[in-house]
């Protein structure tokens, strides 16, 4: 939740900053991909929490919660990267796309040996 909070106050200082007044998501370019990366990562955080849960629960806590961090680092990464310029959220984003796939993996392993 920090990490949305974080994201959040990164938009509303660019709107700030190039006077971009809600509800308008268009502007400077460097204010659309900071609202962009924002927008990104929060569309991923309920996939990310929910198997993160189930992952946790059902397969290894110690597992999940390191792949959780990690998947954190990457979006961290990700929006910092795509606040520069757009090509710097590629290499951050394939590596949370393949954490959040393994969290996956680890929470259907989990669910299989729970319930088979």
Do not use: D
């Amino acid at each position: 939740v920090l990490f949305l909070a974080y994201f959040a106050l990164q938009v509303i200082y660019a709107r700030r900053k190039y006077k971009i007044s809600p509800p308008e998501t268009t502007g400077h370019p460097e204010f659309e991909r900071i609202f962009r990366a924002q927008a990104n990562c929060s569309e991923y955080f309920p996939i990310f929490i929910s198997v993160l849960w189930v992952a946790g629960i059902f397969f290894h806590q110690g597992l999940a919660a390191t792949c959780g961090l990690l998947y954190l680092y990457t979006r961290f990464k990700y929006f910092q990267g795509y606040a520069v310029a757009a090509q710097g959220r590629l290499g951050p984003l394939y590596a949370s796309a393949r954490l959040l796939w393994l969290l996956v993996g680890l929470a259907a392993a989990g669910l299989m040996a729970h319930f088979l």
